[in-house]
């Protein structure tokens, strides 16, 4: 018995070590790569969500200028390009498959038709995020916010912004239909168990935002390696 309550003691404090280890990192998760300026400032689609309860800002510095960064965005989406980031994840959450097979695009596609207002981006389970803006190389709002920003020397500031009511319970409300057996337990769980919001919010807290970290942050070094690895292809020719 005793050894047991130690070892329980021990796995309690090593979850408690966790936990502020986590809250302590949780405030430069939130903008990893912004300059207090960038987290702070208003930006396209902000409006949307007057009152969020979460809000993340994610930038890099891209050597490439925007009309070089735009295209990879135009084409992004599940069963498009892509999204440029850690793919295994997607197809092991649902199945994921892109224009180049098991993979995001390492090209440009011309044969995907480039995002406008109006469209929807396919985000994989049944879940699109609707287009309600987008300026050609320098802004698209899609459920999230890209901003293309021209620097000296022919660079490109890009930033993402989410702004909304979290993750888990908005993508269980926008799951369609026809989507998948599992997705619409989860839609069923999340809108209909009591409790189940509550329980979501905690996902979010403590899973679905270090996810989204985690895939965002991803999608932003992809954007910058595929931009970057294309000016150095013009160069060379």
């Known amino acids: 018995m005793r050894i047991r309550r130690t070892l329980s003691s021990v796995a309690g404090a090593a979850v408690a070590a966790e936990v502020v280890a986590y809250l302590l990192w949780r405030p430069r998760m939130l903008r990893w790569g912004a300059t207090a300026e960038e987290a702070s400032e208003p930006l396209p689609g902000d409006d949307h969500t007057p009152h969020p309860r979460l809000q993340t800002t994610h930038a890099v510095t891209i050597d490439a200028p925007p009309e070089q960064v735009w295209p990879w965005l135009m084409q992004m989406g599940i ?39 109006g469209d929807t981006v396919p985000m994989g389970a049944g879940v699109f995020a609707p287009v309600s803006e987008a300026e050609p190389c320098r802004h698209l709002v899609a459920q999230e916010t890209f901003v293309l920003r021209p620097l000296p020397g022919g660079k490109t500031r890009l930033i993402t912004r989410y702004r909304g009511m979290g993750f888990v319970s908005p993508a269980a409300r926008a799951v369609s239909p026809g989507a998948g057996p599992v997705p619409r337990l989860i839609r069923f769980a999340v809108l209909r168990i009591p409790g189940a919001g509550l329980a979501a919010r905690a996902l979010d807290f403590f899973v679905a935002d270090p996810l989204h970290h985690y895939m965002e942050t991803g999608m932003l070094t992809g954007i910058k390696a595929r931009a970057e690895g294309d000016v150095r292809r013009c160069q060379r020719r």
């Open 79 to 117: 069963g498009r390009a892509g999204f440029y980031t850690h793919d295994w994840v997607e197809r092991l959450m649902f199945r994921a498959r892109y224009a180049e097979g098991r993979r995001s695009a390492t090209r440009i596609h011309p044969e995907l038709p480039p995002l406008k207002v």
